[in-house]
């Protein structure tokens, strides 16, 4: 699988397309003013205790207060708390836990109201942005992420990916990292760990102590509610996450953004340097590699299928449902099952995508073509989960139901990828109504005399709608002879199929458009 990503850099944020095959998978916006990025750790001063919730409301600046559930606040939350005032007062130096004593951990089961308190200060990371109506969710159980593993303060746990199936590979893994760790950091081995050696696990693994100290050195400066630590822009994280042999190409349309990924991928695989590439057309990037016309054919209400068939994608405030339709694909009683086994596998591979491209979360219902042999459900719920391995997200699948819905729940980090692919009408500019053709003609006259008489152009061009221009030559006195004759020059009249019906322009006689 060949794979590219094209970055698309505007005044207002950046948009990555991901592509696999030439086939868009996944689009990521970072907008400039996106200031609650996963990842972001802030100072947050606790609002309001829920008991009834078992939560807490925290400022973080937002226009709403974030949320952070007891679940969420990390085993050992009371460290964190510790760190946090004996730094805010000043009373320790060093950025490190060697010397560290840490606090037992919480109770599973206990209440957040013996935990924190109104008006605590207390660090929290951006679990989920904001989405919607609600504000960002929060998790105090802070982590700080590398390309190859995952720091976790006040831990001395190493695990490592379930996707890593060698028992050899693992506890080499793990050695290295156990000689490396600095005291009270835990540490998770990501799946791209797979196989690297001791020295670039060494430099990942200082890099994040590296952030953490960063971290540390400006908590005690921080105004409540303010960011004390952020995560790289959207387009290094999808790049140090994503980043493998597989890819083929990075094309950048910006100088000063293609120079900062050039360098971070110098930095992080130096080998693949060679593959960030610096767009210089004067084309827009989206439209010369065909992203812009597969984004208009993939977000709209309808998704059509290659065979015929299509899908119907609906939102509501509490899922998503997705409809499976044959279309126009027709096929005997003797190999209906087959066929409705067909549309549902082409369906489930574009469903797969869909969610990857649009980013949705939560849950989602997809109302498959009904199958009655329990043999072809299990092949086409066999076929989903292994397309859906390609989805970062985690995500939980169930099977098929009798009634041939199968239900997905994905994790929503981000609010949804949601493009407008529909235009303003461009005759009656979205209200739905367009002039009284009756007056066309007297409309097409005035503006006639302003620019014949008063402008005393020569030799003009009248562009308009085949039919339009029918009715102006009509007849042996058409109204293109009686012009000849009110104004003493002849207006030449040219049908244009791509006008609406009550559109039309004047060119001047060197073919320039003459503004009105």
């Keep these: 699988m060949v794979k590219e990503l094209i970055i ?10 991901l592509i696999e095959d030439k086939y868009l998978v996944e689009l990521h916006k970072e907008h400039v003013n996106n ?57 320790v130096n060093g950025t490190l836990l060697d010397n560290f004593k840490l606090e037992a951990d919480i109770n599973k089961a206990g209440k957040i109201s013996e935990i924190v308190s109104k008006n605590l200060i207390l660090p929290v990371q951006i679990a989920k942005e904001p989405i919607s109506t609600k504000g960002p969710r929060l998790s105090s159980d802070l982590s700080i992420a ?27 893994l793990k050695k290295i990292i156990e000689s490396i760790k600095p005291q009270n950091f835990g540490v998770i081995i990501r799946t791209v760990s797979e196989g690297k050696g001791v020295a670039e696990l060494q430099k990942d693994l200082l890099d994040s102590v590296s952030k953490w100290e960063n971290f540390t050195k400006k908590l005690p400066d921080t105004e409540p509610s303010k960011r004390v630590w952020g995560e790289m822009d959207r ?23 293609y120079e900062d990924i050039k360098s971070y991928v110098h930095e992080i695989s130096p080998e693949m340097e060679k593959i960030v590439k610096h767009y210089k057309h004067k084309e827009p990037i989206f439209e010369h590699f065909g992203v812009e016309k597969q984004i208009k054919n993939a977000f709209g209400k309808t998704v059509n299928l290659a065979g015929g068939a299509y899908l119907v994608v609906e939102h509501t405030e509490a899922l998503h449902v997705i409809d499976v339709n044959s279309g126009n694909r027709t096929a005997s009683k003797e190999n209906q099952e087959e066929n ?19 980013d949705m979360g939560g849950i989602v219902v997809i109302d498959f073509i009904d199958m009655h042999k329990p043999a072809n459900r299990k092949v086409l719920f066999d076929y989903l989960r292994e397309l859906m391995l390609l989805d970062r997200a985690k995500h939980t699948i169930l099977p098929p139901s009798k009634f041939g819905l199968v239900q997905i729940t994905r994790q929503r980090v981000r609010p949804e990828m949601n493009i407008v692919t529909v235009e303003k009408c461009p005759t009656c500019d979205g209200t739905g109504e367009i002039k009284a053709s009756i007056v066309l003609m007297d409309d097409i006259e005035s503006n006639l005399t302003y620019i014949l008489q008063e402008q005393n152009e020569k030799n003009i061009t009248l562009c308009v709608h085949p039919y339009i221009a029918a009715f102006i030559k009509k007849g042996l006195f058409s109204l293109q002879w009686k ?34």
């Design 235 to 257: 387009t290094s994280t999808l790049i140090r996450d994503i980043l493998n042999t597989d890819f083929a190409n990075v094309y950048v349309n910006d100088a000063n953004l």
């Design 8 to 17: 698309d850099s505007t005044p207002t944020g950046v948009t990555i397309a």
């Design 146 to 172: 590398g390309r190859y593993i995952v720091l976790v303060p006040f831990s001395n746990v190493i695990s490592i990916s379930k996707k890593i199936k060698s028992n050899t590979e693992r506890n080499r």
């Design 35 to 91: 200031n609650y990025a996963v990842g972001d750790i802030y100072l947050g001063r606790i609002k309001k205790i829920m008991p009834g919730l078992n939560a807490a409301f925290v400022d973080v600046g937002y226009e709403k207060d974030a949320f952070l559930h007891y679940f969420d606040l990390g085993p050992q939350v009371q460290s964190l708390i510790k760190l946090t005032k004996i730094k805010r007062n000043g009373t």
């Design 340 to 358: 409705a086994l067909q549309v549902n596998k082409e369906a489930a591979k574009e469903i797969a995508r869909q969610l990857r491209l649009r």
């Design 483 to 516: 012009w000849f004759f009110k104004f003493g020059q002849r207006v030449k009249v040219k049908a244009v199929s791509s006008y609406h019906l009550t559109e039309f322009h004047f060119l001047s006689s060197k073919d320039e458009e003459i503004k009105l």
